[in-house]
Structure formats: structure tokens, C-alpha cells
Antibody, heavy 118, light 108 residues
Framework: QVQVQQWGAGLLKPSETLSLTCAVYGGSFSGYYWSWIRQPPGKGLEWIGEINHSGSTNYNPSLKSRVTISVDTSKRQFFLIMSPVTAADSAVYYC????????????WGQGTLVTVSS | ETVLTQSPGALSLSPGERATLSCRASQSVRSNYLAWYQQKPGLAPRLLIYGASSRATGIPDRFSGTGSGTDFTLTISRLEPEDFAVYYCQQYGSSPLTFGGGTKVEIK
């Protein structure tokens, strides 16, 4: 059974760097796009960006200048870096798996609450 | 970018009634890669439907998804008390992946 688990720092100050890791357990690492998604308190869901196993990335244009997504296939992990952060970046962050061509379902991590406050 | 418009924004219904939620895309969704999620306060979104019409593991059959191309529908055949929540659609067929603004199903 495939699982994705995520972790990272939960409390940041404005201008600092957000860093999150998502690990994939079981299943194939290729054949999917691996995404980051966030949800500010009381608001809707926002897609941040994605990466595949070969390192090809796509980003939300509104966040692209501050975001880097990378992958380490040997560890079956992918990463989100966002810098600099502001209070508006406070949100629950999720990692997720999406198929490229097959019919498998999306799969989400458990979420990480990130709070940006001075 | 594929814009997803969900309607209505809110739906007031009684337990036992039928709920019909709409998600309209600004362009055709590749391979009907359209998902529906349910979210309750303080919890992560829960996948209900993927590929427009496939129920996720453990989802009751009162939830069904239909549609293709640009028009998609989530139907809850008979509302149970635990179904009152916010529902989001998402397309994952093309980048950037996008979400609808949500439909809140509330108790009448």
C-alpha cells in the first residue's frame, strides 16, 4: 500500500525559508507527478507546483518566483522550498501524488501546519 | 489555466434529500482527470471521486460522479448527517492543477 508522509518546520518568522519534505513508501516513484498544495486557514485549496521522477517541474505562476521543488529519487523523497515567507504563507501544506496517464487515484499526505509569525 | 467554477456556492438541504453539485471547467479536462473532495472543519480533504466517476476506496455508493469534457457533477443520493461539509472539485489533467472554489452543503 502506497503512503506519503511529510514533515518540516511548523513555525517561521517573516523573511525566513519554508522547507518541507515528502517521502513515498511503496509503489512506483515514476509515472506520477508529485505535487505540493496548501490551504490557508478558512480559505480554499491552492496548488503550488509539481515534479516528476526525472526532475521536470511545473509551478503555480503566482508563486513561481519564491518556490523551488526538487526530488531525490534514491531516497524516494521530494521537497518544497519557499523563500522568503510572509504571514500570507501561513497554511496547511500537503504533498500529493497524481497520475500522468494511468487511472490510479490521487494520494495525499497528512498535511503540515506552517505558521509564519514574528 | 483551466478555471473550475463550482455551483452553487452553498446548498441548504435536509438529511435524506438528494444533493447535486456542479463543477464547470473553462476548457476540456484531459482524460477526465477530475476529482471531488469532501472537507470537514479542521480535517484534511478526503478524496471521494477520481477520474470523474470512480469512487475512492471506502466511499459509500450514495456518492457518484458523472460528466466529461467541461461539465462534471457530484451527486449525493440521500444525505446522511455526516455528509454536511464543503466539497471541492479539482482537475489534474493539465498544469497548473486547479481547484474549484467549493460548495458548502449545510443542514436546512
Amino acid at each position: 500500500q502506497v503512503q506519503v508522509q511529510q514533515w518540516g518546520a511548523g513555525l517561521l518568522k517573516p523573511s525566513e525559508t519554508l522547507s518541507l519534505t515528502c517521502a513515498v513508501y511503496g509503489g512506483s516513484f515514476s509515472g506520477y507527478y508529485w505535487s505540493w498544495i496548501r490551504q490557508p486557514p478558512g480559505k480554499g485549496l491552492e496548488w503550488i507546483g509539481e515534479i516528476n521522477h526525472s526532475g521536470s517541474t511545473n509551478y503555480n505562476p503566482s508563486l513561481k518566483s519564491r518556490v523551488t521543488i526538487s526530488v531525490d529519487t534514491s531516497k524516494r523523497q521530494f521537497f518544497l522550498i519557499m523563500s522568503p515567507v510572509t504571514a500570507a504563507d501561513s497554511a496547511v501544506y500537503y504533498c500529493a501524488r497524481y497520475p500522468v496517464t494511468d487511472t490510479s487515484p490521487p494520494l495525499w499526505g497528512q498535511g503540515t501546519l506552517v505558521t509564519v509569525s514574528s | 489555466e483551466t478555471v473550475l467554477t463550482q455551483s452553487p456556492g452553498a446548498l441548504s438541504l435536509s438529511p435524506g434529500e438528494r444533493a447535486t453539485l456542479s463543477c464547470r471547467a473553462s476548457q476540456s479536462v484531459r482524460s477526465n482527470y477530475l476529482a471531488w473532495y469532501q472537507q470537514k472543519p479542521g480535517l484534511a480533504p478526503r478524496l471521494l471521486i477520481y477520474g470523474a466517476s470512480s469512487r475512492a476506496t471506502g466511499i459509500p455508493d450514495r456518492f457518484s460522479g458523472t460528466g466529461s469534457g467541461t461539465d462534471f457533477t457530484l451527486t449525493i443520493s440521500r444525505l446522511e448527517p455526516e455528509d454536511f461539509a464543503v466539497y471541492y472539485c479539482q482537475q489534474y489533467g493539465s498544469s497548473p492543477l486547479t481547484f474549484g472554489g467549493g460548495t458548502k452543503v449545510e443542514i436546512k
